[in-house]
């Protein structure tokens, strides 16, 4: 059974799992004994990746329909990227800012080819001066369809000034090119950063930080924390968001606009 397994994961899943969709059945015909005989073979074949299939089904999740999307469009899957790299999306739970599931069918985590490449440079540079640390990733790629989900929330309120509106565009997360991330420590747990993510008020803001050591609103460690984690995202290429200290964006907005293309 362990060389069963063994072999789906090391022989088969390169052509079943690391595409992560179903590829469709060959339809070509042709008149000739060759071709009837090599469309016998190919339905053979296809009815054994087939049963492959179902057995690493039962082994690991199958990738969602956005996820497919994604990989049809080029973006990467962080996790298929640098597994070491923890993922914990927090939209597709409601305990966010709007209290709602916004990611239904969407469970990975993505980036634009180039953001990805900063991405594994930032892990690479953490893991080189704290090497039980690993960063963690909380939202990556965002579809337009759940950017408008949170402005909704937002819209009319005093939070509207943290949510980026369809409208005008969007945010870098519509574009593969903005990540929501943090710093595990040696034992898997967040490094405390004053705020939990996603926490929509001025300890949040990465500006006046020294002020919010002085009036308690955040430790000292706390702030160390946070500029080990710009030191690395910096370093690798990424810029930080004034107005929270997790999100980091990859280019501007305006050249996003110009030069990549939006998840609608």
């Known amino acids: 059974m362990i060389k069963f397994i063994r072999y789906l994961f090391f022989v088969c899943m390169p052509a079943i799992v ?16 060759y071709g009837q005989v090599e469309q016998q073979s190919t339905s053979t074949q296809q009815r ?18 956005m996820a497919c999307y994604l990989d049809s469009l080029g973006f990467v899957n962080i996790a298929e990227a640098d597994s070491s790299i923890a993922i914990d999306l927090m939209y597709t739970r409601a305990d966010n800012f709007t209290g709602q599931v916004l990611y ?30 690993s960063l963690i990733v909380y939202d990556a790629a965002r579809p337009m369809s759940v950017q408008q989900k ?16 369809p409208a005008r565009g969007g945010g870098l997360h519509n574009y593969g090119m903005a990540v929501d991330i943090s710093i595990l420590d ?5 490094l405390a950063m004053g705020t939990p993510v ?5 300890e949040a803001h990465i500006t006046g930080e020294e002020r919010l050591v002085q009036t308690g609103r955040i430790t000292v460690q706390e702030l160390e924390n946070r500029r080990l984690l710009r030191k690395v995202m910096k370093e690798a290429g990424f810029r ?18 110009e030069k990549y293309r939006l998840i609608p």
């Not at 054994?48 to 990738?63: G, M, W």
């Open 18 to 33: 690391l595409s992560g969709c179903r590829r469709q059945p060959s339809t070509q015909t042709t008149a000739t004994r």
């Open 48 to 65: 054994r990746t087939d049963s492959i299939a179902s057995v690493v089904s039962s082994i690991l999740p199958a990738k969602s329909e």
């Open 104 to 133: 239904e069918d969407f469970h990975e985590a993505y980036l634009h080819p180039e953001a990805m490449a900063s991405l594994l440079k930032a892990q690479k540079l953490l893991k080189e001066s704290h090497p039980g640390y």
């Open 150 to 165: 949170m402005w909704d929330a937002v819209k009319g309120t005093s939070r509207y000034i943290y949510v980026s509106n």
């Open 186 to 190: 040696t034992q898997g747990r967040p």
């Open 198 to 202: 996603d926490y929509l008020g001025k």
């Open 240 to 257: 930080p968001l004034p107005s929270e200290w997790w999100h980091f964006n990859r280019v501007s907005r305006q050249t996003a606009k």
